[in-house]
């Protein structure tokens, strides 16, 4: 059973950079897709971002500000974020799934079987 915990979220002004970070313990995290989710409120939870040995996808709304990235020697995965805009301000999730997903499977929460507790993420002035 892979546990999964994010960290790094926060306050930040409209242009401003965070970088999330997700821990995890109980699976080595390389032998899984991960991926990042957010949900605004009173909106579902929407795809971020996924990585696997194939390489990584991006939703249109973050491609060009948002780059995930893992290290391997800590079990870590990361989610850097650049040119924050308001509408970016959710909670966000990091999940863990089969490494045999295709990339069309990639954005679907339904592929992922392991989820942390989510970090907030707030874009505001």
């Known amino acids: 059973q892979v546990q999964l915990v994010e960290s790094g979220g926060g306050l930040v002004p409209p242009g401003g950079s965070l970088r999330l970070s997700c821990a995890a313990s109980?699976?080595?995290?390389?032998?899984?897709?991960v991926a990042w989710f957010r949900q605004a409120p009173g909106k579902e939870r929407e795809f971020v971002t996924a990585?696997?040995?194939?390489?990584?996808s991006y939703a249109d709304t973050v491609k060009g500000r948002f780059t995930i990235s893992r290290d391997n020697g800590k079990n870590m995965v990361h989610l850097q974020m650049n040119s924050l805009k308001p509408e970016d301000t959710a909670v966000y999730y990091c999940?863990?799934?089969?490494?045999?997903?295709?990339?069309?499977?990639?954005?679907?929460?339904?592929?992922?079987?392991?989820w942390g507790q989510g970090t907030q993420v707030t874009v505001s002035s």
């Open positions: 990585n696997k040995w194939s390489g990584s």
């Open positions: 999940a863990a799934g089969t490494n045999r997903a295709i990339t069309s499977q990639l954005r679907y929460a339904s592929t992922y079987d392991y």
């Open positions: 109980g699976g080595t995290l390389s032998t899984y897709t």
